[in-house]
């Protein structure tokens, strides 16, 4: 293992924040995890993926270890299902293109979500109406403190709303080695998420396919969003909240707009980009930071904004969102 020390994670992180890290190591072998807590000698472990759901908030005093874990592996299948194991450092959405290309359906949705396979369960990655948690069997994660390996069944994932154990219990207790996802040979579509069904008309798609769906999928998106290549973002900075149904009737008295999505009987998701929207920082623009002209809930780095800087941003939204509506907005990036 190649250890480095005090570089900078600029290239590894998608806002492009330019911080040092004291320690970095690229492990591709499960057999060197065993290593890692020495070699950390009693310093915090960061496990880096794509770095496109990160702000480096500070410079980083630990060992950064990038995962580069490679492998997709069939590991059961019946006339129904095919249950692939897929090593944590595999890119997402190769994954997602290797599953359509073998004629497996599940996660089409999820094309163009940026990132790595092991990050996947850890927020329980979602778009277009679908979520990771539906395909994922099992996950396996090495345990830094008992030095062990141990699977989780998709019930002891704990997944919720952008939200699993990985982010809670688990946090920074484990490294993800393997995900297992269980993919359907006859597909179910997916397609009642609002811009799919138009995206597939103006596409001419006759016949609907997971190609077909991915295509519409990576179209919408690729129009939407800013590409991290291009101007620095780690996708949506804040969750959508989730508000009793109570809350959501005494706001609807003022503010008749308010779009809304029934989570269940007594509670109702608020789009957290409407509110920001309202709150006037749609296209603002504060130092080298700012919130994206065409999506509120993506901030942005115009090139030398500090992770500092960013995360100021992100306070005084919280806090107009909190003055004006009465909602806690609450941060979907991890903040190292
Ligand atoms: P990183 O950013 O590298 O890591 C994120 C967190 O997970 C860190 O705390 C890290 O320590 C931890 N982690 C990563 N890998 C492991 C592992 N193997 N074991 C343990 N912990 C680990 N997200 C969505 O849900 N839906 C979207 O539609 C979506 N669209 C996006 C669009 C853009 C343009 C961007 C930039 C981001 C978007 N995201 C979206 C957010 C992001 O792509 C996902 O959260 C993705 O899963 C992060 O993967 P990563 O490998 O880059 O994780
Ligand atoms: P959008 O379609 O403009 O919708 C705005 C918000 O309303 C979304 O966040 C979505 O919540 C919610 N919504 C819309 N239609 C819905 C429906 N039929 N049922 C329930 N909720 C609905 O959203 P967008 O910003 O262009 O993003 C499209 C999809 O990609 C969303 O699912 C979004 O989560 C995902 N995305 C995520 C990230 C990220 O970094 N996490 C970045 C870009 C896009 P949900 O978010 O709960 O779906």
Redesign the pocket.
């Known amino acids: 293992m190649d250890l480095q020390y005090n570089i900078s994670l600029k290239p ?4 492009g924040i330019d911080v040092a890290a004291s320690a970095f190591v690229t492990i591709d072998d499960e057999d060197q995890l065993a290593q890692l807590t020495d070699l950390a000698k009693g310093k915090k472990i ?9 702000l480096l908030a500070h410079p980083v005093d630990g060992l950064v270890v990038q ?1 580069k ?1 490679k492998g997709i592996a069939l590991v059961k299948e019946d006339d129904a299902h095919v249950w692939l194991q897929v090593q ?2 595999e890119v ?1 959405h190769e994954l997602v293109l290797y599953a359509i290309e073998h004629g497996y359906g599940g996660i089409e949705n ?1 094309a ?9 369960p ?7 109406g679908v ?2 948690r539906e395909t994922i069997d099992s996950v396996m ?1 090495w345990n830094w403190k008992k030095k062990e390996l141990v699977t989780y069944t998709n019930a002891q994932c704990a997944f919720g709303y ?1 939200d699993s154990i ?2 809670n219990a688990l ?2 207790k ?4 393997s995900v297992t996802y269980k993919l359907n040979k006859v597909p179910r579509f997916n397609t009642s998420y609002g811009a799919i069904t138009e995206q597939l008309e103006a596409m001419g798609v006759k016949e609907l396919s997971i190609q077909a769906i991915a295509d519409a999928v990576i179209a919408i ?1 690729t129009s939407k ?4 290549a291009v101007i620095g ?4 900075f804040f969750k959508n909240p989730t508000i009793t149904k109570k809350h959501y009737e005494e706001l609807l008295q003022t503010n008749e707009q308010i779009p809304s999505y029934p989570v269940s009987d007594t509670h109702i998701k608020v789009p957290a980009g409407w509110l920001i929207e309202q709150c006037g920082w749609k296209g603002h623009k504060e130092g080298q930071t700012g919130v994206h002209a065409k999506q509120a809930l ?1 901030l942005v780095n115009y090139g030398k904004a500090t992770g500092e800087e960013v995360w100021q941003l992100s306070q005084k939204i919280v806090d107009s969102v909190h003055e004006r509506f009465g909602i806690e907005l609450e941060r ?3 903040v ?1």
């Open positions: 590894y992180n998608t806002f960061y496990v880096l993926g794509g770095g496109s759901n990160i995962n874990l944590a450092g997402w999820l163009l979500i940026p990132g790595t396979v092991g990050a996947t850890m927020q329980n990655i979602g778009a277009y979520e990771a994660a952008r990985f982010k946090k920074d484990v490294f993800i080695t998106r969003l800013p590409n991290p973002n780690a996708g949506s993506v979907e990036v991890q190292w």
